[in-house]
């Protein structure tokens, strides 16, 4: 395991197993400390039938795959099919949150760089990657991480930290009167098994619509089982940008989110139904939220979403801000 704590008590814990994050302790208003991540007291817990992607580097392809298939230069690919009909997340086996990843803590100690060369294959995928996450804790709460990836034969990448967040505490009950903006007029409809059918609609007087902040419950008995779509950011991909903001009126703690990605999963939850995680704690639906920054869903099959593809020419790079204030 590897620590880092800053200058205000902010803790932060990793994993080298998926490179995962374990621990992120947060003050509130009042300066008291909680853990606003699910997870895991020890290792163990993230090889087991309990661990829902919590807190894991997800990939090499985070979100799903149609069929898991995809042509790239001509030729044809299958990935493993994991969810429903569909690939989702990396694979099955030898997916990117279950592998054990070197890890070496940065000269400040205010963080940890991850290294993991995923083989030409494995999962399927072509080309040998080589991918480095790197997480740092600074001085004013923010929990940045930098990705980059490299290849030595064309390959497709889309790469995502998939933590849960409850800004009142793990285990702290569910997440629907937190309140949320994300800075999105779009989003990608999907079709029943949650595959882009390559619409791209608008928010507006839907129950998508977080353009102005508002609880997360307020229209979510409208949704079915919850949220679990991906929205199509304003501003320019490639530029780092506030994208989202969450905030726990109890607590009083504020998130904001940045990257330089085109598109953010919001994710609430939906699947879990009382696994044990930390402390015995009971985790249950919509008892916490997701915002995996991250290019769309199905973007190798769908021409008119950005480009997934990656070439020994290019460098994968993507960076995720996860700010913190209390209010």
């Known amino acids: 395991m590897f620590v880092a704590t800053n200058g205000h008590g902010m803790t932060a814990r ?4 998926g490179a995962t994050l374990a621990e992120l302790h947060v003050p509130d208003r009042r300066g008291n400390l909680a853990d606003v991540v699910l997870g895991f ?8 039938g309990r661990n829902h992607h919590f807190g894991c580097t997800t990939g090499r392809y985070a979100n799903r795959i149609k069929h898991g298939q995809f042509t790239l230069d001509g030729v044809e690919y299958q990935l493993p099919i994991n969810n429903g009909p569909n690939h989702l997340h990396g694979g099955i086996k030898r997916s990117l949150d279950k592998v ?14 991850f290294k993991y060369t995923s083989p030409d294959g494995e999962e399927s995928f072509p080309g040998e990657l080589s991918i480095t996450v790197t997480y740092i804790l600074t001085d ?3 929990l940045r991480i930098e990705y980059e990836a490299t290849t030595d034969k064309p390959t ?7 933590s849960y967040f409850n800004l009142a505490g793990h285990g702290s009950g569910t997440i629907l009167d937190h309140e949320l903006r994300i800075d999105a007029d779009r989003y990608t409809v999907v079709d029943e098994h949650c595959i882009p059918t390559g619409e791209i609609a608008p928010v507006a007087n839907t129950p998508f619509d977080f353009r102005s902040r508002h609880k997360i419950g307020d229209r979510i008995g409208e949704m079915g089982g919850g949220y679990d779509h991906n929205y199509v950011l304003n501003g320019e991909w490639g530029t780092v940008r506030e994208i989202a903001e969450v905030l726990d009126p109890r ?40 915002l995996e920054t ?16 990656l070439r020994p020419s290019d460098t994968y790079r993507h960076t995720c801000i996860y700010a913190f204030e209390a209010e």
Not at 14 to 17: D, K, L
Not at 263 to 268: E, H, I
Not at 294 to 309: L, T
Request: charged share 20%; aromatic share 10%; with cysteine.
């Open 251 to 290: 607590s009083g703690r504020r998130m904001r989110v940045l990257t330089d990605q085109p598109g953010v999963q919001f994710y609430t939850a939906n699947g879990l139904s009382g696994e044990t995680g930390k402390g015995d704690t009971p985790y249950g639906k919509h008892g916490s939220f997701c």
């Open 140 to 142: 004013d709460n923010q």
């Open 41 to 48: 007291d020890d290792v163990a817990g993230y090889g087991s």
């Open 294 to 309: 991250q290019n769309f869903p199905d973007a190798p099959n769908q021409p008119g979403f950005p480009s997934a593809v």
């Open 100 to 113: 054990m990843w070197s890890g070496e803590r940065l000269a400040d100690h205010l963080g940890v760089r």
């Open 14 to 17: 990793w994993y080298s197993r």
């Open 156 to 162: 497709i990448v889309n790469l995502t930290n998939h």
